[in-house]
C-alpha cells in the first residue's frame, strides 16, 4: 500500500507520454480534459441533489426539502470527510430518526441496505467516467454500447463497497463490458478522490431520502418540529 502511490505515477506518467507523442499541448489538453470531466461528474451530482432528491420527496411526502436538508446535513458532512457511506451510516441513522422523524423500524431496515446497495452518485460517476475514458482512447460509443454502460455501471455501483475508492475498482467492469482497456482508469485516478468525497454525499443523500419516502408510505413518519431540526 505504501508504494501504491509511485505505481500509479508511474502509470499515469506513462499513459500521459502515450496520449501526447511527447507534445506538451496535447499534455495540457487532456488536463484541461479532466477538468471538464470533473465538472460534468460535479454537475450531474448536484443536479441530484438539487433537482431529484427534492422531486421525490415532493411527490411522495410531505416534508420540506429544506428542513430535510437541514436534518440530513451532518450525515452529509460526514459522507464528504470520510468518503464512505458504510462509516457514515450510524450518523446517517441517528439523523433520520432523530431529525427527519424516520421510525427505527423503516431506518435500521432501509438505510443498512441501502449504504450497500444504493449508489446513485456512483453509477452516475462510473457512466460519466466510462464516455470520458473511451473519448480521451478516441473510441466512438454506438447505442448499444452506451446502453451497456448504464447497465453495467448500475449493476456495478450496486455491488461496489461503502467504502473509499470502491467506485472506481468497479469501474473496471463497466469498462471491460464495453471492450475498453482497464488501464484507462490511470486517467482519471488524480482526481478520483475528491470526486468520491462528492458522490458519498450523494450516495447518502439518496438512502436518506428512500428511507424518508418508505416511512411515510408506511405512515411511519412522525412530525418533528423546526427547532429541533436545527439542532
Ligand atoms: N465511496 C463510496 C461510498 O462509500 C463508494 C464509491 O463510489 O467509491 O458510498
Redesign the pocket.
Known amino acids: 500500500m505504501m508504494t501504491a502511490p509511485y505505481g500509479v505515477f508511474a502509470l499515469l506518467a506513462s499513459l500521459m507520454v502515450d496520449f501526447s507523442d511527447g507534445d506538451l499541448n496535447n499534455v495540457i489538453e487532456l488536463f484541461s480534459a479532466l477538468g471538464l470531466y470533473s465538472l460534468a461528474v460535479v454537475t450531474g451530482l448536484l443536479i441530484m441533489i438539487l433537482v431529484v432528491y427534492p422531486i421525490i420527496l415532493r411527490l411522495f411526502t410531505k416534508m420540506k426539502y429544506l428542513d430535510f436538508f437541514k436534518g440530513i446535513m451532518p450525515a452529509q458532512m460526514l459522507?464528504f470527510s470520510t468518503?464512505?457511506?458504510?462509516a457514515t451510516l450510524p450518523v446517517t441513522m441517528e439523523r433520520c430518526e432523530d431529525h427527519l422523524g424516520v421510525s427505527e423500524e423503516v431506518s435500521s431496515f432501509v438505510l443498512p441496505l441501502g449504504?450497500t446497495i444504493n449508489?446513485d452518485?456512483?453509477s452516475l460517476?462510473q457512466a460519466v467516467a466510462a464516455v470520458f475514458i473511451a473519448q480521451a482512447f478516441g473510441i466512438d460509443l454506438d447505442l448499444t454500447q452506451q446502453l451497456t454502460i448504464v447497465l453495467t455501471a448500475t449493476l456495478a455501483?450496486i455491488g461496489?463497497?461503502?467504502?473509499?475508492?470502491?467506485?472506481?475498482v468497479m469501474l473496471v467492469i463497466v469498462l471491460g463490458a464495453v471492450g475498453m482497456d482497464p488501464e484507462g482508469v490511470a486517467l482519471i485516478f488524480a482526481v478520483d478522490r475528491i470526486l468520491?468525497m462528492l458522490?458519498?454525499v450523494v450516495?447518502?443523500t439518496g438512502d436518506a431520502t428512500v428511507a424518508t419516502v418508505i416511512a411515510s408510505s408506511e405512515g411511519q413518519l412522525r412530525a418533528v418540529n423546526n427547532d429541533e431540526l436545527m439542532s
Not at 468518503?83 to 458504510?86: D, E, F, G, L, W
Not at 461503502?162 to 467506485?167: D, I, L, N, Q, T
Open positions: 459522507a468518503s464512505s457511506s458504510a449504504a449508489m452518485g456512483t460517476y455501483s461496489a463497497a461503502a467504502v473509499p475508492g470502491a467506485g472506481l468520491d458522490r458519498t450516495n447518502v
